[in-house]
């Protein structure tokens, strides 16, 4: 007998411990609010700045990102772009509606501060076919979730296929969750 795994998802998480990275995305976080310009997608309250082009975080985050995507996946002889990236703050009761990141191939964010109740990175199955099956009352069984939740930690970065549909939910900290999400394409030499 045999199980085999077909269409998987992945996720890939690690950790990014660079204060001078921490310090910059906090400057400039403060220098975007102060602008009083900002950007709304997917945010429920709190504030999202509009895509920033900062060298040192864009590359701090893509070559962390590179380093990720190749020691995970059969990749060769490929350009990666880091093609958008923004910085959130989510105050408390604030969250971010499920969507997915188009136009890009991976989807990643990166976590300064961290709730420690609620601010879940959910991932939502999208052809939802547990749903209409009712197969979740049958099998308690990760083949057959409805979503996967994961609780983020500080300076972890996440990245996944970016057309997995996701959402972060409400925390209720007094301390606002931040984080830098970014996208990336790749595409090949030649």
């Known amino acids: 007998m045999a199980k085999?795994?077909?269409?998987?998802?992945?996720?890939?998480?690690?950790?990014?411990?660079?204060?001078?990275?921490?310090?910059?995305?906090?400057?400039?976080?403060?220098?975007?609010?102060?602008?009083?310009?900002?950007?709304?997608?997917?945010?429920?309250?709190?504030?999202?700045?509009?895509?920033?082009?900062?060298?040192?975080?864009?590359?701090?985050?893509?070559?962390?990102?590179?380093?990720?995507?190749?020691?995970?996946?059969?990749?060769?002889?490929?350009?990666?772009?880091?093609?958008?990236?923004?910085?959130?703050?989510?105050k408390k009761g604030n969250y971010n509606s499920p969507h997915i990141h188009p136009l890009s191939v991976f989807a990643g964010v990166y976590y300064l501060n961290v709730a420690e109740t609620g601010g879940d990175l959910i991932f939502f199955r999208s052809d939802r076919s547990n749903q209409m099956l009712d197969i979740n009352k049958d099998f308690i069984d990760e083949d057959f979730n409805a979503e996967y939740h994961l609780r983020p930690l500080k300076n972890q970065i996440i990245l996944f296929p970016s057309n997995l549909v996701h959402m972060v939910s409400a925390h209720f900290d007094d301390k606002p969750r931040i984080s830098v999400s970014f996208n990336i394409s790749i595409t090949k030499n030649g």
């Open 4 to 90: 085999i795994p077909i269409f998987q998802d992945s996720i890939i998480l690690d950790s990014l411990i660079d204060t001078q990275l921490d310090e910059t995305i906090y400057k400039v976080l403060k220098n975007e609010i102060e602008k009083k310009e900002g950007s709304f997608f997917s945010n429920k309250g709190g504030y999202q700045t509009v895509s920033i082009n900062n060298e040192k975080i864009c590359n701090t985050l893509l070559n962390k990102s590179v380093k990720m995507i190749t020691e995970n996946y059969r990749i060769f002889n490929s350009n990666f772009t880091m093609n958008a990236l923004w910085i959130n703050q989510n």
